[in-house]
């Protein structure tokens, strides 16, 4: 990978017309993240989380200003060996994706496809076409925050490397596991067959979301922003709920939706 194991440099680069920089800012685009296996932190916080859980970064690009003010953090850094590249302000703002970065932004491996294990499932979420970076990006903050234990995204839907999901996450993107880029209806399949519930959310529920049992083990199905599930997965379902609409309101954002199952279970869960 281009930026493993190279020594800490103190030259500051100043045009965006440096190989390194042009590499790093070919990471704004999914196929690039891809073909590299890399993918862009940036900013302070998601640093931090990514240090905190011991997450492969291979370059960290910054600022005076941002070396500066971030004195024990940048020592932590250079203790574990990795690389920290000063930039000018103009080359920082080239390689992030942010109107106004904050002085930061660090290039690390993409996060390898995991396996995960149906049968310890209590509570695990299942995110079909869903197209939003920052929707995905709530949704894996609030499912951390409510104690899933897996989550399952589709065909088809956003890239769990964008940038953008990743800083909606606030840091919690390293935390939870997640599978990427599955057959859905196959997924479905083998939680029903291993006694897992299945609950879908559709505007046409024959219950509302809070008159569900979330203390068996359940796996929720939330589909794309406009288009919600296919008819297919919601054929699945044990249990097709609804959230109440008052005031001919439509619909919900999704990810506030998710967020509203999750913390019905997490209640009776506790």
């Known amino acids: 990978m281009l930026f493993v194991n190279r020594r800490v440099e103190n030259i500051i680069l100043t045009s965006i017309q440096n190989p390194l920089v042009k590499q790093a800012r070919k990471l704004h685009r999914a196929k690039e993240r891809q073909k590299q296996n890399l993918l862009l932190l940036e900013g302070t916080n998601l640093i931090e989380a990514a240090f ?15 070396y500066e003010n971030h004195q024990p953090l940048c020592i932590k850094i250079a203790d574990k060996g990795l690389r920290l590249q ?12 942010t109107v106004n970065p904050d002085g930061v932004v660090a290039i690390a491996s993409r996060r390898t496809e995991q396996e995960l294990i149906i049968a310890q499932t209590k509570l695990g979420i299942a995110l079909e076409r869903l197209q939003d970076p920052g929707n995905l990006g ?3 903050r609030s499912a951390v925050a409510t104690g899933v234990d897996n989550l399952w995204l589709g065909n088809d839907s956003v890239d769990i490397h964008n940038p953008k999901v990743l800083r ?19 997924v479905v399949t083998q939680h029903k067959q291993a006694g897992i ?6 505007s046409n ?9 979330f203390t068996r083990p359940s796996l929720l199905l939330l589909g794309n922003e406009g288009a919600g599930l296919s ?5 699945l ?21 998710t967020a509203l199952l999750l913390y019905e279970a997490k209640r009776q869960l506790n």
């Open 168 to 186: 909606a996450s606030v840091g919690e993107w390293f935390r939870i596991p997640i599978a990427t880029n599955q057959n859905l209806a196959e």
């Open 138 to 140: 709530t949704i894996i």
């Open 197 to 202: 519930q299945i609950v879908a959310t559709t």
């Open 237 to 257: 379902a044990d249990e097709k709920v609804k959230i109440p609409l008052a005031n001919g309101v439509e619909s919900l954002n999704v990810a506030v939706a």
């Open 205 to 213: 529920g024959s219950k509302s979301y809070w008159d569900i049992d």
């Open 52 to 66: 905190q859980v011991d997450y492969k970064l291979d370059i960290i690009f910054h600022t005076d200003r941002w």
């Open 231 to 235: 008819e297919e997965l919601i054929a």
């Open 86 to 97: 000063p930039v000018s302000s103009e080359v920082l703002n080239a390689i992030a994706t």
